[in-house]
C-alpha cells in the first residue's frame, strides 16, 4: 500500500470485520491518509471496538442477528466513493492473511504441519497456499469451534453448507458458511479440521497468559487449545500453530 | 551447565529470590536432573510460588519483614550438601543475567540505548557489560520504583547507601541496598537511573498487555514505564527496553 502513489489511493476503505481484519483496515487507511469505516457487530468486545477507534476509523454497528453487514459495508462504500475491503474470500486478503504463514515458515522451515484458525477461511486459505508452495509436503490443519463446524460439515458433505449462528466464546470465528472462493482452496490444501470445545479453548487462553505471558483471543487459541488437547495425529513433532489475534479481555 | 559430566554436577542448588531467578535456577537443576531448593519471600505472589514449584523444586519460605534469607539458604545448602546460586552479587549471575543484552543487540545491534530495570543489580551488570563490550557508545540506563531508590541514592552518595524495605508493586526490586560486586560496576557503566511510581508502572502494565499482548510483572514493566513517561534524554531514537519477569497476576 505504501509504495502506491497517493493519487491512485481509494479515496477512502470500508470493512465488515468483528475485530482484526477491521483493525488492520484501520491501521493501514491511517498510515496512507485515507478514511476508513469498519461496520462491527453491536455486541463485539468493547476492547475490539477501542481498538479499532483508536486507529482513526469511523465505526458503525450493527445487530449480528437480524442485520447483514456486507449489505450495510456495500451501502456506505457506495454512498461515499469508497473501496470495500472484505475480510475473506477476496484474493487481495487471503493473499495478505498467507504472510502469517510465510513468517512462520521464514523462522522456522522444518514444521511438519501448521494448524490455523478457520472463521470465513481466508486466514487458513492464504496459509495453506503459502505453506505449499514453500514446503509441499507439510500438513495444514484447521480448527473450529465445535459449535461452528460449518467448514468441517461441508468438506464431509463434498459441498458448502451453512449452519446456523453459532454460540461460542471465539467470537472471530462465528462464520455460518464457508466462502465460496476459499472452500475449494481449503478443499485441496487442509489435512483436516479440527473441533474444540469453549472449556479448551479457556483452558488454552490460560495457559498461553500465565504461562507463555501472551494475551490471546479465543479465536486465536483454539490452535493451541488443539496442540494442547492432543486432537493432532501423533506422529507429528513440528507443529507450527497460528495465534491470531489480541483482543482479549484479560479479566475473562 | 548441559555440557557438565553428571560426576561433576552440584549434588543440589539452593537459591534465594521472589521470583525469576528462583525460576530459573529451578527449571536449570530440573533440566540436568538434581535436587533444587528455592527460599521465597511468604508474601510472594502465589503465581511465582506455583510456578517454582511446577519445575519440580521444592520451596521453603521466610518472612521478609524479620528472617534473612541469605542465611536460611546458606544453612540449607550446608545441610544438604547443595551449591548456593545467589540472585546476584556473582560473577555466575552477573554473566548469566547479562546474555539478555546479548540477544537484544543480536536482534537489534544499532541500539542508541538500553534500559534495565535494577533490584539487586545483577541484570544490568551483566547487561551493561555485555552491551558495552558489543557497542561501546550505547548509554545504559537503569529503572527503580520511586520507594526503591537505594542504587540512585548510592550512585549520588558514591557509595552503597541502604534504604528502608521499599514499599512498592515492583516486588522484584524490593532490595534495599546495591550489591557490593555489583555496585562499581553500575557507577563503571550505567549513564543514570530512573525513578519511576507504582502508577506509572501499572500504566504500563496495561499497555503492555492490552496493545502489545504481553503479560510482563511491575518489576519487568519498570522500563516501559520510562519510556513511555519520556524520562530518557530526548536525543535517543532506538531504545532497547528489557521487560524482565512475566509473574503477574493479569487480574491486577
Given at each position: 500500500v505504501l509504495?502506491i502513489?497517493k493519487?491512485?489511493l481509494p479515496?477512502?476503505v470500508?470493512?465488515?470485520?468483528?475485530?482484526?481484519?477491521?483493525?488492520?483496515?484501520?491501521i493501514a487507511a491511517e498510515s496512507v491518509g485515507i478514511?476508513a469505516?469498519?461496520?462491527?457487530?453491536?455486541?463485539?468486545?468493547?476492547?475490539?471496538?477501542?481498538?479499532?477507534?483508536?486507529?482513526?476509523?469511523?465505526?458503525?454497528?450493527?445487530?449480528?442477528?437480524?442485520?447483514?453487514?456486507?449489505?450495510?459495508?456495500?451501502?456506505?462504500?457506495?454512498?461515499?466513493?469508497?473501496?470495500?475491503?472484505?475480510?475473506?474470500?477476496?484474493?487481495?486478503?487471503?493473499?495478505?492473511?498467507?504472510?502469517?504463514?510465510?513468517?512462520?515458515?521464514?523462522?522456522?522451515?522444518?514444521?511438519?504441519?501448521?494448524?490455523?484458525?478457520?472463521?470465513?477461511?481466508?486466514?487458513?486459505?492464504?496459509?495453506?497456499?503459502?505453506?505449499?508452495?514453500?514446503?509441499?509436503?507439510?500438513?495444514?490443519?484447521?480448527?473450529?469451534?465445535?459449535?461452528?463446524?460449518?467448514?468441517?460439515?461441508?468438506?464431509?458433505?463434498?459441498?458448502?453448507?451453512?449452519?446456523?449462528?453459532?454460540?461460542?466464546?471465539?467470537?472471530?470465528?462465528?462464520?455460518?458458511?464457508?466462502?465460496?472462493?476459499?472452500?475449494?482452496?481449503?478443499?485441496?490444501?487442509?489435512?483436516?479440521?479440527?473441533?474444540?470445545?469453549?472449556?479448551?479453548?479457556?483452558?488454552?487462553?490460560?495457559?498461553?497468559?500465565?504461562?507463555?505471558?501472551?494475551?490471546?483471543?479465543?479465536?486465536?487459541?483454539?490452535?493451541?487449545?488443539?496442540?494442547?488437547?492432543?486432537?493432532?495425529?501423533?506422529?507429528?513433532?513440528?507443529?507450527?500453530?497460528?495465534?491470531?489475534?489480541?483482543?482479549?479481555?484479560?479479566?475473562?
Amino acid at each position: 500500500v505504501l509504495s502506491i502513489p497517493k493519487s491512485d489511493l481509494p479515496r477512502g476503505v470500508v470493512a465488515y470485520s468483528s475485530g482484526n481484519h477491521g483493525q488492520a483496515v484501520a491501521i493501514a487507511a491511517e498510515s496512507v491518509g485515507i478514511a476508513a469505516t469498519i461496520v462491527m457487530p453491536a455486541d463485539a468486545p468493547p476492547l475490539k471496538l477501542a481498538a479499532t477507534r483508536g486507529h482513526g476509523a469511523r465505526i458503525v454497528t450493527y445487530d449480528r442477528a437480524t442485520e447483514d453487514r456486507e449489505a450495510i459495508a456495500l451501502r456506505i462504500a457506495q454512498e461515499t466513493n469508497a473501496t470495500l475491503v472484505p475480510p475473506y474470500d477476496h484474493p487481495w486478503t487471503i493473499t495478505g492473511q498467507g504472510t502469517a504463514a510465510l513468517e512462520l515458515l521464514d523462522e522456522i522451515p522444518d514444521l511438519d504441519a501448521v494448524v490455523v484458525p478457520i472463521g470465513g477461511g481466508g486466514l487458513i486459505s492464504g496459509c495453506a497456499i503459502a505453506a505449499h508452495a514453500i514446503s509441499p509436503g507439510i500438513l495444514i490443519f484447521g480448527v473450529e469451534p465445535e459449535t461452528g463446524n460449518d467448514t468441517a460439515l461441508s468438506l464431509r458433505a463434498g459441498q458448502r453448507t451453512a449452519i446456523p449462528l453459532p454460540e461460542t466464546i471465539a467470537d472471530g470465528l462465528r462464520a455460518t458458511k464457508p466462502g465460496a472462493l476459499t472452500f475449494p482452496i481449503v478443499q485441496k490444501h487442509v489435512k483436516d479440521v479440527v473441533l474444540v470445545s469453549d472449556a479448551e479453548i479457556r483452558d488454552a487462553m490460560n495457559f498461553l497468559l500465565l504461562r507463555m505471558k501472551m494475551l490471546v483471543e479465543p479465536s486465536g487459541a483454539v490452535t493451541a487449545a488443539t496442540v494442547m488437547t492432543r486432537k493432532l495425529p501423533g506422529k507429528l513433532t513440528k507443529i507450527g500453530v497460528i495465534l491470531s489475534g489480541g483482543n482479549a479481555d484479560p479479566g475473562v
